[in-house]
């Protein structure tokens, strides 16, 4: 079984190497699928911590501390998963630079890029609302920049910032980055990919 197994995925391999491929395609081009692999091992690891993490104001430092002093391989995980986000951001960021340099956004790939840059946008939202979770000095400190960033934006600053401020829980935070936010992008990534698909990532040579 797991002999037939790798012998189909060596011919899979085989007739892929043996596709032209385009001069100009480099390591840049993989930062795609990378920061898909990102995302999987940013989805373990969250799944992991969800079993330990406690979203109360008073507990969610100390099941964090507890989950990393106490419980075996806790503190590789939380670590993995909070530096993987930076990463992540990182590499998603990286591969729209190289889209934008190789001008792939253009027609008829612009639902391509667009769902990219809803992608990115999510990806940050995701990376703030984790640095609040654990409700230290340092989710605090980010959390009142942001409010006042927020504010001096022009018209809806104000008004949205006053929302933020009145309406916070970290419950709700929580919520937002382990169900909507995921949910959010893993809608995307489908239609990205679906789009990748129907008009390729660049224009053929």
Known sequence: ????????????????????VPSHVNIFYCFGGISLLLILLQVLTGM???????????????SIEAMSNEVFG??????????????????????????????????PRQMTWTSGVVQLVIVFLMVTTGVLLPWDWRAYWAY???????GTWPLIGEY???????????????????????????GF??????MVR?????EPL
């Open 160 to 186: 949205l910032s006053e929302v933020a401020l009145e309406t916070f829980t970290l419950n709700r935070v929580f919520y937002t980055h382990v169900l909507f936010l995921p949910l959010l992008l893993g």
């Open 74 to 107: 806790g503190w590789l995980l939380r670590d993995g998963h909070r530096w993987g986000s930076t990463i992540l951001l990182a590499f998603v960021f990286s591969h729209m630079i190289i889209v934008f340099y190789f001008k792939a956004f253009q027609s």
């Open 1 to 20: 079984m797991f002999k037939k197994a790798m012998d189909a995925l060596r011919g899979r391999i085989a007739a892929q190497m043996e596709k032209p």
């Open 144 to 150: 009142a920049i942001w409010m006042d960033y927020i």
């Open 189 to 194: 990534l489908l239609f990205h990919f679906k």
């Open 198 to 202: 129907k008009y390729g990532i660049s």
């Open 48 to 62: 992991f911590m969800l079993f330990y993490f406690t979203p109360e104001p008073e507990k969610a430092l100390l």
